[in-house]
Nanobody
Framework: QVQLVESGGGMVQAGDSLRLSCVASGRTVSLDVMAWFRQAPGKEREFVAARRRGSTSYADSVKGRFTMSGDTAKNMVFLQMNSLKPEDTAVYYC??????????????????WGQGTQVTVSS
């Protein structure tokens, strides 16, 4: 079993920055893919960014503002969020899987999830 723990959420104003962290523990194998998703009240969980095989992909809504870094081999990733907007307000979840199934943008591709961390951006 793999446990993911996020940290770094908070309440900020529009234009501010936040850095989220996610650490995986449990099974002593590295995750093939790790990702960030977010879910706003009343909305479905949506893809934010994913890191796999050394490359990173982003949702169009965050491209240029968010940067995902870290090392999936070490089971640790970060999400640097700059120029935050009120529409970025959501619970942010870290996700991971032992196998990269190719559909990294889909929540269904991940077996392991963190508990989520709240990010609130006020205007």
């Amino acid at each position: 079993q793999v446990q993911l723990v996020e940290s770094g959420g908070g309440m900020v104003q529009a234009g501010d920055s936040l850095r989220l962290s996610c650490v995986a523990s449990g099974r002593t194998v590295s995750l093939d893919v790790m990702a960030w998703f977010r879910q706003a009240p009343g909305k479905e969980r949506e893809f934010v960014a994913a890191r796999r095989r050394g490359s990173t992909s982003y949702a169009d809504s965050v491209k240029g503002r968010f940067t995902m870094s870290g090392d999936t081999a070490k089971n640790m990733v970060f999400l640097q969020m700059n120029s935050l907007k009120p529409e970025d307000t959501a619970v942010y979840y870290c996700a991971g899987d032992l196998f990269d199934r190719g559909t990294y943008y889909s929540a269904r591709a991940y077996d392991y999830w963190g508990q989520g961390t709240q990010v609130t951006v006020s205007s």
